[in-house]
């Protein structure tokens, strides 16, 4: 199951384009299989889901009725990567409860494959998400929060035009709480 999603990391990736499509209910085996996957573990919640849990949390048509929409990142024709925005206005369950903006668009992300890993391609990705979410005019502002520890996360979004503002402790722990506004895009 797991070779039948290995990237072929051969591939000319530093001149392949980095784009977006939405995820549907077809990815989500794909998704699965890197939810499982160490890199990830270690930074995304720390559980491996299994696919019936990936299929509860990760539905699209369920995500859309938490204001959260799921993202395949593409590498040319590859997919490579997961990434999730959100309105962090009424997000419930302890997050960003003094949010007063709903304006205001979280994101989250991931790359599948650990060879691909710090050849900026992230940065490619969270910049393509960025300028995604601000063509849409009321969008104010882009958050996202790595751990405090997750330094790569943390340049990467830096590169990507972010600044960390402050740290937080979120329900799922700390976090360095990093903003973009529309104004620096
Ligand atoms: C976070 C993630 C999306 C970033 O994508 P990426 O392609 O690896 O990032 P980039 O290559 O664009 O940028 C990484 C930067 O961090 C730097 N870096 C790597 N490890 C580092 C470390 N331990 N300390 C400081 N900087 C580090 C790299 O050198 C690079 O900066 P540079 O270009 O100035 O040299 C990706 O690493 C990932 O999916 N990680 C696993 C899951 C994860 O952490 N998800 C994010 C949860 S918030």
Same mark, same amino acid.
């Given at each position: +199951? ?5 990237? =072929? ?13 939405? +995820?549907? @209910?077809?990815?989500?085996? !794909? ?10 573990? @270690? ?7 299994? +696919? @019936? $849990? ?8 369920? *995500?859309?009725? @938490? ?6 990142? *593409? ?13 962090? !206005? ?6 960003? /409860? =003094? $949010? ?16 691909? !890993? &710090?050849? &900026?391609? &992230? ?5 393509? !998400? ?19 520890? =997750? ?6 979004? /830096?590169?990507? &035009? ?24």
């Amino acid at each position: +199951m797991v070779a039948k999603y290995q990237l =072929n990391t051969s591939i000319g990736f530093a001149s392949a384009p980095v784009t977006l499509r939405h +995820m549907t @209910e077809e990815d989500l085996p !794909l998704l699965h299989d890197w939810l499982d996957r160490p890199h990830i573990v @270690e930074w995304w919640g720390g559980w491996r889901p299994s +696919m @019936e $849990e990936v299929r509860t949390h990760y539905l699209p048509r369920v *995500m859309a009725t @938490e204001r959260v929409t799921p993202y395949i990142g *593409m590498l040319g024709d590859t997919p490579f990567a997961y990434a999730q925005s959100y309105v962090a !206005l009424g997000s419930g369950d302890g997050w960003w /409860e =003094n $949010e007063t903006d709903p304006g205001v668009r979280g994101i989250d992300q991931s790359i599948g494959d650990a060879h691909l !890993l &710090g050849k &900026g391609l &992230g940065t490619k990705l969270v910049r393509a !998400l960025v300028d995604m979410l601000f063509r849409d005019p009321s969008v104010t502002k882009v958050q996202t929060d790595p751990a405090p520890t =997750n330094l790569r996360a943390i340049r990467c979004y /830096e590169k990507a &035009g972010f600044r960390i503002v402050e740290k937080i402790v979120t329900p799922d722990g700390p976090a360095a709480y990093m903003i973009q506004y529309r104004s620096a895009w």
